[in-house]
């Protein structure tokens, strides 16, 4: 079945369990189920039980649609929440909490609080964020920032950038994609902004020792790696990205091929 184009087809679209699991899915991981956990693409599909199963071993593997959403803690069915969801985001001219109340056959005070939940969860674009394990770093390119180590690059280069080189900011799922951006500076600001528009709240996040990425811990589990002290402490590195930095200069700078 299709997706719903009227109220009519969506309360009926939304009462089959299935389809309310295929529609968040589909928003939730658009480029294939990952593992909450892990972040691991390596998931299989209970049918019978309607939840996913990591094949990589750590605690709570078994997950479902609902784990990390808005719709985890609650006793309202996917089935009203989804609707809900589809009025909400259907109904050009907007939708009072009383419309909604009616449609889904719940008190308006009900739908008054699903709507905000789920206005507040859009806002947040939950949907299509990085998550699970999650390392966040940024480097300079151009200039003569390229040809320098890692490490002596950071303890050079400090502040806003100049003309030759530009402030790039990656953001890595462990096990997944990398998304890079360009920064206008590596203030606290400019680096908070994307963290919080392109990581799902919760996530666990891995940092350098940045002072800019201070107050993170209110939204994600953030751990800082100090690379006076180490590179590495078990989980906490930002390794993976440094690896990208890495191939992408290689890249630039012609001594090698481009990173795939
Ligand atoms: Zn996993």
Known sequence: MSEP???QEAILYFSNPDNCIQYLAVRRWPNGV?????GSDSVSYNAARHTWK???????REFSIKVGTIFAESAIGLDKWLTAMWMLTNCKNGISSCEIGRALKVTQKTA??????????LQDENFGKLGGEVEVDETF????ARNMHVAQRKRRITGTGT???TAVMGILERGGKVRTMVVPNRRKHALQEEVKKHVQAGAALYTD????????????????IDHATAYVDGKIHTNGLENFWSLLKRGISGTCSAPH
Request: charged fraction near 25%; hydrophobic fraction near 35%; include cysteine.
């Open 163 to 165: 003309k030759d080189k």
């Open 5 to 7: 184009i009227s109220l």
């Open 209 to 224: 020792e940045l002072l800019s990425y201070d107050g993170l811990d209110a939204r994600y589990a953030h751990q800082v």
């Open 112 to 121: 008054w609080f699903m709507a905000h939940r789920i206005r507040l969860a």
């Open 34 to 38: 990952i593992c909450p956990g892990c």
């Open 141 to 144: 390119i151009g200039g003569k």
């Open 54 to 60: 990591c094949s990589t071993h750590h605690s709570k």
